[in-house]
């Protein structure tokens, strides 16, 4: 299986050990101040990617002779640093994409970064944004699996469209049967596992699933 993890210019309190999530033959790119961390915990970097406005010249000079590739692009442009890291991995054609260090700070970046999923899924690509205290994926209509992880107990689910159709949560804590969910509801937040797995499925909509901790 092919993966490839991105790291932004997030808040670097909120990014975990990168290392715990380093596995054989992932390839790992830095986006903006992400070049700076991966350079920090010494992590392999395939391509580093941005403006670079965050990170100083002589640690910018550091990341070059680091980095397998760097692109360098002028501050004043159409997409961000983590949607050009984005869009080069999408390229690779990989089955995964992890993010990391694009929550936290200001929340106009984090909900951009969220909305960012949607071109992972047009590409038929599935893509996890991880921080200290959450995984957060973009879902599509059908049937999807859950397993249970202690480490994440709560399961939330969040509309991002209009609305979604029949939800259906198996397995959980609070079950639901075909539910119409409308954007803005809080009725699935904070749901836990009851077995080692659970299921949810809906024929319409879009609806991101969210695991977390409280610390």
């Given at each position: ?80 640093d983590l ?7 999408i390229k ?124």
């Amino acid at each position: 299986m092919k993966r490839i993890a991105i790291v932004g210019g997030g808040p670097k309190q909120y990014i975990p050990e990168l290392n715990a999530h380093h596995e054989a033959g992932m390839t790992w790119v830095g986006a903006d101040q992400g070049a700076e961390v991966l350079y920090e915990q010494g992590i392999p970097m395939k391509l580093a990617i941005g403006d670079f406005d965050s990170v100083s010249e002589g640690r910018l000079g550091e990341i070059k002779g680091y980095a397998a590739v760097t692109e360098v692009y002028p501050e004043e442009k159409d997409d961000t640093d983590l949607e050009l890291a984005i869009k080069a991995a999408i390229k690779e054609q990989p089955d995964e994409i992890y993010l990391f260090g694009v929550t936290g700070g200001r929340i106009d970046h984090t909900l951009a970064n969220i909305h960012l999923l949607h071109q992972t899924e047009r590409a038929g690509i599935k893509a996890v944004i991880i921080d200290k205290q959450n995984h957060i994926e973009l879902t599509t209509p059908g049937e999807h699996q859950v397993m249970k992880n202690d480490s994440y107990p709560y399961i939330s689910f969040i509309p991002m469209s209009l609305i979604v159709e029949e939800l259906t949560l198996q397995g959980f804590y609070y079950p639901l049967e075909n539910k119409s969910l409308p954007i803005g509801s809080t009725l699935c937040m904070s749901n836990k596992l009851v077995k080692e797995y659970g299921t949810f499925s809906y024929s319409q909509g879009i609806l991101l699933l969210i695991r977390s901790r409280d610390s």
